[in-house]
């Protein structure tokens, strides 16, 4: 199947690719939530109608069900990515059916990227920032999965009396914090850090396995990451297509 439009519905927002190609020559972001007039906005701008194709990857069921209602209203056909049995990924894990998809088409895709026999890592920095290893084998391995730098700051937030939410938009200097808010994005910057930095070493000694880096926090992480890293912005989108255009 060659897909028109590919979808990439997380957790905190709705990623579009239109595919021209056999690329991803543009991308439109939605918060979560059913905002059919402004979909329908979008696809008036795509000149997008009733043939075109469209393939969905999604982490969130409820947000997943509206679109696909939308989708049902005459902007087209779509195909619903929601089983690892759909991509062609090897997993070398214990419950398959509990990794969630974003996770193994951003793989995937990097897998193509990557065209080599050597174990690599995959980093979503996202609402959550989850670290995918594939293997020497080629096989999706585990990871690990902690809150992402929003998330982090949010939770300390709710969960005290006075410390602020925060924001993170840029790198944080290892230095440190001379007031509260500079403190919490020291410790939210550097915690995320040193899991990656941590990680990479205990899968390989020498710290050297190649990252390839995606999702909305991945250019404030980016700087302080050691080569080599490669930033991917549209990594979920891209296996989606590449997924989709396997199964033809």
């Known amino acids: 199947m060659t897909p028109d439009v590919v979808v990439d519905i997380g957790n905190s927002r709705m990623k579009w690719g239109r595919v021209v190609a056999e690329r991803i020559a543009e991308v439109a972001m939605f918060e979560i939530g059913n905002h059919a007039e402004t979909w329908f906005e979008q696809a008036t701008k795509w000149q997008l109608d009733e043939s075109t194709n469209w393939v969905i990857a999604s982490v969130h069921p409820v947000a997943t069900e509206a679109f696909v209602e939308w989708l049902g209203t005459g902007v087209g056909s779509v195909t619903v990515l929601d089983s690892h049995s759909q991509i062609p990924l090897s997993l070398n894990v214990e419950s398959p059916e509990s990794v969630g998809l974003d996770r193994l088409l951003s793989c995937f895709a990097a897998k193509k990227l990557a065209d080599s026999d050597r174990p690599f890592l995959v980093i979503q920095a996202g609402t959550a920032l989850v670290l995918n290893l594939v293997d ?84 404030v992480l980016l700087p302080a990451i050691p080569e080599p890293v490669f930033h991917v912005p549209d990594l979920v989108l891209e296996g989606i297509r590449i997924a989709a255009e396997a199964r033809s």
């Open 136 to 219: 020497s084998a080629g096989a999706f391995a585990g990871g690990a999965i902690l809150p992402g730098l929003a998330l982090m700051a949010k939770s300390l937030n709710e969960h005290t009396a006075r410390l602020p939410e925060v924001r993170i938009h840029e790198p944080v200097e290892p230095a440190p914090g001379r007031t509260t808010a500079t403190a919490i994005r020291t410790g939210i910057f550097w915690a995320s850090i040193g899991a990656i930095l941590t990680l990479r070493a205990g899968y390989d000694e020498a710290g050297t396995l190649p990252i390839y880096l995606t999702g909305g926090d991945a250019e």
